[in-house]
């Protein structure tokens, strides 16, 4: 579905890529963005009917976030927004030359560090980073299409039920997402694989390392997953106990699980990093939302997992987004059949020179962003008339001091190198974001 604004750029209802075709041939609309693909009308229209309200679904993930934009029955659009995960690294290197720095030149300034007070509900930039990105484009798809409604994946894993199943909640016990909670968690946390012979891609089973009938109990550091045939080989014996079984028999098999049990009590302590992130900043983006939107529906991932298998789709993330939530229908129609892939570059770096792997500078930067009207990461159309490149090249494009441009696909990629800038033209200017189209998984 193709995005559609009025004269004013206020938002319409979304068109199929064949009307939308037909305006912009017709001249009725011209192209106002290229990603999202967007038209704006040129004529206001008398009578402008706002009365359908559309649900924007997000479930956020650590490295990914699933969106989707929704209409009772109707899936309107996909998307993922794939966040920074470098934050932390460069953070911590600025930290060490700041200090470095520092101890050269102010070396008997007293510390400053105690008289920092963070503000009540502070989250650190590597995390405030993913809650920007996912505020960022729910404005931006705020003025693209008429959203009333919202849908958040609240919550992933709630560890402290997990740990304590008795703490309450019938539903967790006895209701419809008995097992969802724990198993998601011990697959996500063993990385889908039997933890003794590492075997994927078949049936897993949740085993307890230490039996229940020789006083283990059902706690989540006491679970793990295993494959049918080791789980019957474990049988009620502790860790110790096959361990001396297996020695007995030296084959190849037993060898590797032997080794994979010495690696498993530290696995099991093991917190995960990525849950802990989104359980993090779960209630910063509620509460961000709550003041943009009346209502905002919550829900939890084993409920998003279940309502998932239940309309057969598979494992990604702008699936979970559309199966988050009760307001899930029962049969979901698809008017989208492409992903847009929204992956978070940045404005740049600090940087004002190139060095080669000593730390010596070897190349420097431009002192302007604009060179010969374009900046590196512009979506450009370059149509070469002659020579090794000779062609139409679409993709972003990385200048040279010298005027020269070179331009790379949109998974990145070179596709030309060293033409002239004179030959291309802005398609769409550089927003800290990186874009490509995919093909859903059906």
């Known amino acids: 579905m193709v995005f559609v604004l009025n004269k004013n750029k206020k938002p319409l209802h979304p068109c199929s890529p064949a009307k939308a075709r037909k305006l912009l041939k017709q001249g009725k609309a011209v192209v106002h963005k290229n990603y999202p693909f967007t038209i704006r009308l040129k004529e206001l229209k008398t009578q402008e009917t706002n009365n359908q309200s559309y649900r924007l679904k997000i479930d956020p993930g650590s490295k990914t976030t699933g969106i989707s934009i929704v209409k009772t029955k109707e899936v309107v659009f996909l998307g993922e927004i794939h966040h920074k995960t470098d934050i932390k690294q460069k953070l911590e290197s600025r930290r060490s030359f700041r200090r470095g720095r520092r101890n050269r030149k102010t070396r ?129 014996m502790l860790l110790n106990e096959w361990i001396e079984k297996l020695k007995k028999k030296k084959t190849r098999r037993n060898k590797l699980i032997i080794e994979n049990i010495k690696m498993l009590e530290p696995q099991l302590k093991k917190s995960l990093k990525d849950a802990t992130a989104v359980n993090a900043t779960r209630w910063k983006l509620f509460h961000e939302l709550k003041e943009a939107f009346e209502v905002v529906e919550c829900g939890s991932g084993a409920r998003s997992k279940m309502q998932r298998i239940h309309h057969s789709l598979p494992k990604e993330h702008y699936y979970d987004a559309t199966c988050v939530g009760e307001s899930t229908p029962e049969q979901w129609m698809f008017k989208t059949n492409t992903v847009l892939q929204i992956k978070a570059k ?18 420097y930067m431009p002192k302007t962003k604009y060179i010969c009207g374009f900046q590196s990461g512009d979506m450009v159309k370059a149509l070469v008339p002659k020579g090794k490149y000779k062609g139409a090249h679409y993709g972003t494009i990385v200048m040279r001091s010298t005027g020269r441009a070179d331009i790379k696909d949109l998974q990145g990629n070179r596709i030309a190198q060293g033409i002239d800038s004179k030959f291309a033209s802005v398609l769409q200017r550089f927003d800290g974001y990186s874009y490509f189209l995919q093909k859903r998984t059906s």
């Open 346 to 363: 940045g404005r740049g770096f600090r940087y004002r020179s190139g060095t080669n792997k000593y730390g010596f500078p070897i190349r």
């Open 108 to 236: 008997y300034r007293p510390a400053r560090f105690s008289n920092r007070k963070r503000q009540e509900g502070w989250l650190a930039p590597s995390l405030m980073s993913r809650v920007d990105n996912i505020l960022l484009w729910v404005n931006r798809f705020k003025k693209l299409i008429p959203i009333q409604d919202v849908s958040l994946e609240l919550v992933k894993f709630d560890l402290h039920k997990m740990q304590n199943p008795e703490i309450s909640g019938v539903e967790y016990q006895q209701g419809e997402l008995v097992g969802y909670e724990v198993r998601e968690y011990l697959l996500e946390k063993f990385n889908r694989r039997c933890v003794y012979c590492h075997t994927e891609g078949v049936p897993l089973e949740i085993e307890h390392v230490q039996p229940k009938s020789r006083g283990g109990s059902n706690r989540v550091s006491n679970l793990t997953l295993a494959c049918r045939s080791c789980n019957e080989e474990k049988d009620n």
